[in-house]
């Protein structure tokens, strides 16, 4: 099966309200990232956390490596946070990144 | 913030025919990497590369697949013949270290084969 699993597989909020994001995975992992896929298809990386809660403006990412998930919040949502929103899990046994399906996210004015 | 280039953005190519696929990564970085991912897909890992060498590589790095970075110029992945399972964007990624570390991702080539 899937290891590493991402909820909701899309969202549909207001601008303004919170979006939280979840990403599961069913092995023990070394650390996880969590990326932005613009519409066009570009990535931009927004964390690298191995563990524990980092926060970037209105994005916040916390890890709990023994409950095996790690989360996205991004508060008041803007129009400009539309897209993709991917985790990858990097595994303790390669060096390879483990990706979920995203989360479709879409802020509607 | 750091900045990977790949170039073309997008390239159509007969079933058969070579392409190859050019990354420019960020430039202190020492590690390279090649993702897939087929439209509407998840990304899967292809390939990784450090000093001159494949370090990894999955089950869909098949042997028509090649990569390399001659004398510090572009990572190159080459695919020679191509096929038609061979369309998808193709991501390029550099890092500083293996482990524990940010990978940074160009914008991605996408790849057409008819």
């Known amino acids: 099966g899937q290891q590493v699993q991402q909820s909701p597989a899309s969202l549909v909020l207001q601008e303004g309200e919170n979006a939280e994001l979840q990403c599961n995975f069913s092995t023990s992992l070394n650390s996880m990232q969590w990326f932005y896929q613009r519409p066009e298809g570009s990535l931009v990386s927004l964390f690298y956390n191995p563990s524990g809660t980092k926060q970037s403006g209105r994005l916040t990412s916390t890890t709990v490596i023994k409950e095996r998930r790690s989360s996205l919040h991004i508060s008041s949502s803007q129009i400009t946070d539309s897209g993709t929103y991917l985790c990858?899990?990097?595994?303790?046994?390669?060096?390879?990144?483990?990706w979920g399906s995203g989360t479709k996210l879409i802020i509607k004015p | 913030g750091p900045k990977v280039l790949q170039i073309p953005s997008h390239q159509i190519i007969d079933m058969g025919q070579m392409v190859t696929l050019n990354c420019d990564p960020v430039s202190n970085h020492l590690y390279f990497y090649w993702y897939k991912q087929i439209l509407g897909q998840q990304m899967e890992f292809l390939v990784n590369f450090y000093n001159g060498k494949v370090m990894e590589k999955s089950k869909l790095f098949k042997d028509q697949f090649s990569v390399e970075r001659p004398d510090g110029s572009y990572f190159t992945l080459k695919i020679q013949p191509t096929a038609l399972e061979d369309s998808a964007v193709y991501f390029c990624?550099?890092?500083?270290?293996?482990?524990?570390?940010?990978?940074?991702f160009g914008a991605g080539t996408r790849l057409s084969v008819l």
């Open positions: 990624a550099s890092s500083l270290a293996l482990r524990e570390n940010t990978l940074y």
């Open positions: 990858a899990m990097e595994r303790n046994s390669n060096y390879q990144l483990i």
